[in-house]
């Protein structure tokens, strides 16, 4: 990134109980949106692969799906504002633009940002919300203190354990983490299935059964113990009631409120 972009020390305010809505206005956009989700589908699986192969470090996998979502972001904040989108995102966080396109681009901006500070920061969860509606979809950002929710599957990396343990144990200690690692990548292949199933392809599934959908996931780590959590959600029929032409940056709706008092441990702080 450029110097300026090192400069950036992020602006929870950006993200805080925001979320993107998005227009779903024909077929052809909702297939967008449906391929996009499978691509999420799809790095859960090879996720799952990375981990249920013990040549693979764990902090690889980790990674990978840390670059996947960052470059998301990155491709987002490019299609909104072109290959400025850096300079437009400071811009906003500066006061000097108050425009739609700024407000949108430092929304990726900041999630950009904070995926990137995971690589070195612990403790500092994604816990990002995404929702499909009859006419659109919403991608809530958040980011929660803590490693873990309370529905998480926890594997361990002996790579990162800092314990000094003598031979015995440390040969125990590393078959263990590999077991949690390949009971934790059964448990991620099921995501995929659920992403599969709340965002159905539109030429396959009555528009009925497909208006609405969402899922809530979560990632951490500290130390040595790696998190990980994907379920389905269901979307408020009453949280919109007028359409929306063009993406846009609203309130999150009762569903990110929901998902808070029932996954996060107490004491949790939610950007």
């Given at each position: 990134?450029?110097?300026?972009?090192?400069?950036?020390?992020?602006?929870?305010?950006?993200?805080?109980?925001?979320?993107?809505?998005?227009?779903?206005?024909?077929?052809?956009?909702?297939?967008?949106?449906?391929?996009?989700?499978?691509?999420?589908?799809?790095?859960?699986?090879?996720?799952?692969?990375?981990?249920?192969?013990?040549?693979?470090?764990?902090?690889?996998?980790?990674?990978?799906?840390?670059?996947?979502?960052?470059a998301?972001?990155k491709?987002?904040?490019?299609?909104?504002?072109?290959d400025?989108?850096?300079?437009?995102?400071?811009?906003?966080?500066?006061?000097?633009?108050?425009?739609?396109?700024?407000?949108?681009?430092?929304?990726?901006?900041?999630?950009?940002?904070?995926?990137?500070?995971?690589?070195?920061?612990?403790?500092?969860?994604?816990?990002?919300?995404?929702?499909?509606?009859?006419?659109?979809?919403?991608?809530?950002?958040?980011?929660?203190?803590?490693?873990?929710?309370t529905?998480?599957?926890?594997?361990?990396?002996?790579?990162h354990?800092?314990?000094?343990?003598?031979?015995?144990?440390?040969?125990?200690?590393?078959?263990?983490?590999?077991?949690?690692?390949?009971?934790?990548?059964?448990?991620?292949?099921?995501?995929?299935?659920?992403?599969?199933?709340?965002?159905?392809?539109?030429?396959?599934?009555?528009?009925?059964?497909?208006?609405?959908?969402?899922?809530?996931?979560?990632?951490?780590?500290k130390?040595?113990?790696f998190?990980?959590?994907?379920?389905?959600?269901?979307?408020?029929?009453?949280?919109?009631?007028?359409?929306?032409?063009?993406?846009?940056?609203?309130?999150?709706g009762?569903?990110?409120?929901r998902?808070?008092?029932?996954?996060?441990?107490?004491?949790?702080?939610?950007?």
């Amino acid at each position: 990134m450029s110097e300026r972009t090192v400069r950036f020390n992020g602006d929870a305010e950006v993200l805080y109980r925001q979320a993107v809505r998005t227009p779903l206005p024909d077929e052809d956009a909702e297939r967008v949106f449906h391929e996009n989700m499978m691509d999420v589908a799809d790095a859960q699986v090879r996720k799952a692969e990375m981990l249920e192969d013990p040549d693979v470090p764990l902090l690889e996998a980790y990674e990978k799906q840390l670059e996947g979502i960052a470059a998301t972001y990155k491709r987002r904040c490019r299609h909104i504002a072109g290959d400025d989108y850096e300079e437009v995102a400071l811009a906003y966080q500066r006061g000097e633009r108050t425009d739609r396109i700024g407000a949108l681009t430092a929304y990726y901006f900041e999630g950009l940002w904070r995926m990137q500070q995971r690589f070195t920061v612990a403790d500092m969860m994604f816990f990002p919300i995404i929702l499909r509606y009859p006419d659109s979809f919403t991608v809530n950002i958040r980011f929660a203190s803590g490693y873990k929710t309370t529905e998480s599957v926890l594997y361990e990396s002996p790579e990162h354990s800092t314990e000094d343990l003598d031979e015995e144990y440390a040969e125990t200690y590393y078959h263990e983490s590999l077991y949690s690692q390949k009971e934790a990548a059964e448990q991620i292949k099921e995501t995929a299935e659920i992403l599969r199933e709340e965002f159905p392809h539109p030429d396959e599934v009555p528009f009925d059964e497909r208006k609405y959908g969402g899922i809530v996931s979560a990632g951490g780590r500290k130390g040595s113990v790696f998190s990980s959590m994907l379920q389905s959600v269901e979307p408020d029929p009453d949280r919109f009631t007028e359409p929306v032409d063009e993406p846009t940056l609203v309130d999150e709706g009762p569903e990110a409120a929901r998902t808070e008092r029932e996954l996060l441990p107490d004491g949790c702080i939610v950007i």
